[in-house]
C-alpha cells in the first residue's frame, strides 16, 4: 500500500467518531444530527440561490469593524471555537504543526502510526504510550493564555454564549470558565471514568494525577479495569450535549470567534457551516485557502465579491486578542487580569512544591532512623 492511501485511511478514521452506548442517547443524537442537517441545507439554498435576505451587521470587514458591533450593544451572544493554537504559547504542543506538533514527535513511543495513541481500541491493548504522553502535557502544569483570558473577559462582561473547544487541557477552566460556559468536545481530563461498561466508577483529577505522576497505569478500585480520562479517544463520539447544546447555541449567535483550529476534525468542524451566524472573526497563524471556498453552505467568505460578514486577522492568537481588546478599549484590563492570575497560580504552585518537599523530607527522615537492635535474651 502507498504512503498516500495509508494517510488518506489515517484522515477518514480521524473523522469518524462514533457514538460509544454509555455516552448518549442515540435517539437524541439522530435528532439532533438531523435537525442540523436541515439547517445547513437550508444555507446552501440561500446562499446558492439567493433565497432569503444576507444581512450585514458590520460597517467594515476589519478588526474595527467587529470591534463596533461588540461595542454597539447589538452583539450579546458570543461564541468561541477553540483549538490547540490558544495553548501553544503556554508550552503545550499542537496536534499537525510540521516539525513541532504532537504528532511530529512520538516515534519514541513506537506507535504504528501517530494517532494511535489516541485510539480508543489501541489503548485498551497498550495503554503505557498515552500515559507516558499524558504525565508530559499533564494539566496543572501550564498557565492559561491570554487568549484564554480573553474569553474569560468576555464571560464577566455577560458577552460569552458558549465556548466550545477541542482542548483537553483544562485551561479554559483554569481561567475562571466554569462547566456551563464550556462545551468541551473532545472531553476533558477534569475527570476520568473505568472504561468497563459494567462498571464506570468515576474519579477525580487528583486521583488520575497520583496514579500518572507515580508511573502507575490507573486501574479501577473496584473491577480493576483500566481507567481513562474523559477525553474523546478517536473510536469514541464527542459527548452528547456537544449535539444538543450546539441546536440553541447557534441559531442565536451573534459572533462567532474561531481561535486556533484548522478546523480539520469533524463534526467539530462543520458547526462554522450548520447554522447562519451574522459575523466569523477568525485569528490564526495563516489563512486557510480552504476557507475561501467554504463561502457555499453558511461557511466563511473573506475575500470574494459576496463577502459580507466574515473577518480573518492573521497573527498568533494571543496577538489577535490583544489587538482586539485594544479596539474595545480592555487591553489595559485584560493585561492586568493575565498578570494577576499568572502570579496567582506561580504563588499556588509554590506553596504546594514546599508542602510537597516538607512531605518528602519527613518521609526520608523516618526511613532514615535506624530501628534499635534488639537485646540479646
Given at each position: ?16 467518531t ?19 442537517d ?11 440561490l ?10 467594515e470587514l ?39 506538533g ?5 516515534q ?204 480573518a ?65
Amino acid at each position: 500500500m502507498s504512503d498516500s492511501s495509508e494517510s488518506t485511511k489515517k484522515e477518514e478514521v480521524e473523522e469518524v467518531t462514533p457514538e460509544p452506548e454509555e455516552q448518549s442517547d442515540d435517539s437524541s443524537e439522530e435528532e439532533a444530527a438531523g435537525d442540523t442537517d436541515m439547517d445547513f441545507l437550508r444555507n446552501l439554498f440561500s446562499s446558492t440561490l439567493g433565497l432569503g435576505s444576507a444581512d450585514k451587521v458590520l460597517d467594515e470587514l476589519t478588526m474595527g469593524g467587529v470591534a463596533q458591533y461588540i461595542n454597539s450593544g447589538k452583539c450579546k451572544n458570543i461564541i468561541c471555537m477553540v483549538g490547540a493554537g490558544i495553548s501553544t504559547s503556554a508550552g503545550i504542543p499542537d496536534f499537525r504543526s510540521p516539525g513541532t506538533g504532537l504528532y511530529a514527535n512520538l516515534q519514541k513511543y513506537n506507535l504504528p502510526y501517530p494517532e494511535a495513541i489516541f485510539q480508543i481500541d489501541y489503548f485498551k491493548k497498550h495503554p503505557e504510550p498515552f500515559f507516558t504522553l499524558a504525565k508530559e502535557l499533564y494539566p496543572g502544569q501550564f498557565k492559561p493564555t491570554i487568549c484564554h483570558y480573553f474569553i474569560k473577559m468576555l464571560k464577566d462582561k455577560g458577552l460569552l454564549r458558549r465556548c466550545y473547544t477541542q482542548n483537553i487541557d483544562t485551561l479554559e477552566r483554569v481561567a475562571g470558565l466554569e462547566g456551563e460556559d464550556l462545551i468541551e468536545a473532545h472531553g476533558t481530563f477534569y475527570t476520568s471514568h473505568c472504561v468497563s461498561f459494567c462498571c464506570r466508577k468515576e474519579y477525580n483529577l487528583d486521583w488520575m494525577k497520583e496514579k500518572i505522576f507515580s508511573d502507575d497505569i490507573p486501574k479501577c478500585d473496584k473491577c480493576s479495569s483500566l481507567v481513562k480520562p474523559d477525553i474523546v479517544f478517536f473510536g469514541e463520539n464527542l459527548p452528547v450535549r456537544f449535539f444538543t447544546s450546539m441546536k440553541s447555541d447557534f441559531p442565536n449567535c451573534d459572533l462567532l470567534i474561531i481561535m486556533g483550529t484548522s478546523l480539520q476534525v469533524q463534526p467539530f468542524a462543520s458547526l462554522v457551516s450548520r447554522y447562519c451566524i451574522s459575523c466569523f472573526l477568525v485569528l490564526e497563524h495563516t489563512a486557510d485557502p480552504l476557507f475561501g471556498l467554504l463561502g457555499i453552505g453558511g461557511g466563511m467568505d473573506f475575500d470574494s465579491d459576496k463577502a459580507y460578514r466574515d473577518v480573518a486577522h492573521i497573527s498568533t492568537c494571543d496577538d489577535g486578542c490583544l489587538a482586539l481588546a485594544d479596539l474595545l478599549g480592555w487591553k489595559v484590563e485584560l493585561e492586568e487580569l493575565v498578570k494577576k492570575e499568572h502570579a496567582r497560580i506561580d504563588s499556588q504552585g509554590t506553596k504546594e512544591k514546599a508542602s510537597d518537599s516538607k512531605g518528602a523530607a519527613a518521609k526520608t527522615s523516618a526511613a532514615s532512623v535506624a530501628p534499635e537492635p534488639k537485646k540479646a535474651e
